[in-house]
């Protein structure tokens, strides 16, 4: 491929992702986040326990703040760039992440331009639905680089730079320490990969070098080890196995549940997911094991979360272009699925308005001023609300930190914004309750005798307790 050809494909990869940055929205979590790394830079120091819940902080709850350098980053972004900071965030971010992928793929993307422009496309549709400035963000390019020195010492028997993948663990462990257990777990599994050589099938495996293997071993150790220096330490290494195995996270929050034919939005999910597998299996040649294990690893999490697409979309990268050439019919089959991916997938996409996830999620001024004025010591906050009243230095009930509610109210707090408990209401004695208008909670507050409506915004609606 000529180097012009080259520079065309980065403006394609870049010019079509780059249009997901109209679907920006600030979601609910990006203000907690922002307050979280101003508290941090301001008193130069990691909270280790709640700081903005008024129930967190009475029940002194532990919160494990593993995204507490990218929250700094957030801060300084927004200190630099005011109220333009989230854009360039994601926009610095995005772009970071697709250079990273054109230099490690370029030899591959030059393959098939036509495909390379589809799963430009496609992209473009997985990043819109995650299009969000938060720290899983920095976890997109960690995994990219991730992804590339693990398969560049599979490939390359006399490269080192494998060595690397510890300071990636170590940024990872910070950044977003969520998901840093993904660098010792795949280096443990290149690792075993190599040692075997057959054929069956499509599936073919050569045995790499010794040399290979204890470069695996030796890096997958020290990454282990490296997670450690994080402000929680040793904690860091069960972290992530607690969450995903959670089941009041996962049964409630949304990104944490299974993509599911019933919601629109996942459509994008299954097509993904789809177009990988059918890939995989008209190909015409022989599939890598390291490749097939590589992708069955990501579809599982795929299919178990919708949280995990975007890993999905970044670890498919290195590994589909291996199965496609310029003038194979499996590239007119692939081209012809990538297209209706991308007419089915836009218009599910339109359908759910996600442009409209800015605007959903902020409360109206009057209602912030109201409530600053009145300075209620037991709010109740519908869920949604929890980061933009933090972000006003409202003390919550709850927010959008799941893991350091999992365990104590926040099981609680959606079953009173659901279904509206009565004998949960009078648990926790709310003196204030803000709430949309248009959730079961109104319409069971609306007929209590503890509460009246106080004021009303838009769809926003406060109730406060009745004095005896």
Sequence with gaps: MKNKDNWLTLLIFVGILFLAIFSFGFGNDYYWHVKAGEYIVHNLK??????????????????????????????????????????????????????????????????????????????????????????????????????????????????????????????WANFHGGSSNLVYLLCFIFMVVGLFTFNFGKITATKIDKQQIIRYSIVGIISFLVLAINPHGIKIWSYPYVNIMDNVLISNIVEWASPSLNKSEDIICFLLLGLIIITMIITKYKIKLIDFITMGIFLILGFKSVRFIPLVYIASSFVIFNWIDKDSLVINKII?????????????????????????????????????????????????????????????FVDGRTDLYSSNILKDALDIQNHGYKYLLEGYDFDMIVIPCNIPLNIVLSTNNNYYSSMQHDNTIIYEKKSL
């Design 46 to 171: 990691i909270p280790y326990y709640d700081i903005f819940s008024w129930y967190g902080i009475s029940h002194h709850l532990y919160w494990f703040s593993h995204e507490w350098l990218s929250e700094v980053v957030l801060y300084l972004y927004k200190v630099i760039f005011k109220d333009y900071g989230p854009i360039m965030f994601n926009a610095s971010m995005y772009l970071v992440l697709i250079m990273i992928l054109f230099v490690f793929l370029k030899k591959n993307l030059s393959k098939n331009k036509i495909f390379t422009f589809s799963w430009a496309i496609f992209g473009m549709l997985v990043f819109s639905t995650v299009m969000l400035p938060r720290p899983h963000i920095i976890s997109y390019i960690l995994l990219a680089i991730t992804m590339y020195l693990l398969f560049d010492n599979f490939n390359h028997k006399e490269s080192k730079k494998i060595y690397l993948l510890p300071v990636i663990s170590f940024l």
């Design 336 to 396: 012809v699925i990538t297209f209706i991916i991308f007419l089915l997938g836009s218009s599910a996409f339109l359908s759910t308005k996600l442009v409209d996830n800015y605007k959903i999620k902020k409360i109206p001024d009057e209602i912030i001023e109201y409530i600053k004025k009145r300075n209620p010591k037991r709010l109740y906050n519908y869920y949604d609300y929890g980061g933009y009243l933090i972000y006003n230095d409202i003390q919550v």
